[in-house]
């Protein structure tokens, strides 16, 4: 395991014993798809189930806010982000919550398709 990520999961482990909880965006942005592999960020994601440590979409008292334009490259990997947690929920029957997912990853690109 790497060093960084050694150090962010130490970080994540306080923040989520503390409240119980953990955001998939906050596991997103601690470890980028692009910087680890489907599998350790499986592995990682199965340890906190082992701790007791819940995966959520949102954080408690959540409130949506309208959502700021971003341009195709942000898009687009934001986009592989959500993918990579897709995979990651499926394999842990977050079935809902994947298609959650699929569809602001959808709805995000759609602007782009129509170049």
Not at 25 to 54: C, H, R, V, W
Not at 66 to 76: I, K, L, M, Q, S
Request: proline share 4%; glycine share 6%; hydrophobic share 35%.
């Amino acid at each position: 395991m790497q060093d960084g990520l050694a150090g962010e999961l130490k970080k994540l482990i306080a923040l989520a014993q503390a409240r119980g909880y953990i955001t998939y965006e906050e596991l997103n942005q601690a470890m980028p798809s692009t910087d680890y592999t489907s599998e350790q960020i499986e592995d990682i994601t199965a340890m906190f189930q082992e701790k007791g440590i819940a995966l959520v979409e949102f954080p408690e008292g959540y409130e949506p806010r309208e959502a700021e334009p971003v341009d195709r490259e942000t898009a687009c990997q934001r986009s592989v982000s959500r993918i990579e947690t897709a995979l990651a929920a499926l394999r842990h029957g977050r079935i809902r919550f994947a298609c959650q997912l699929l569809e602001a990853t959808s709805a995000e690109l759609r602007p782009f398709t129509e170049d």
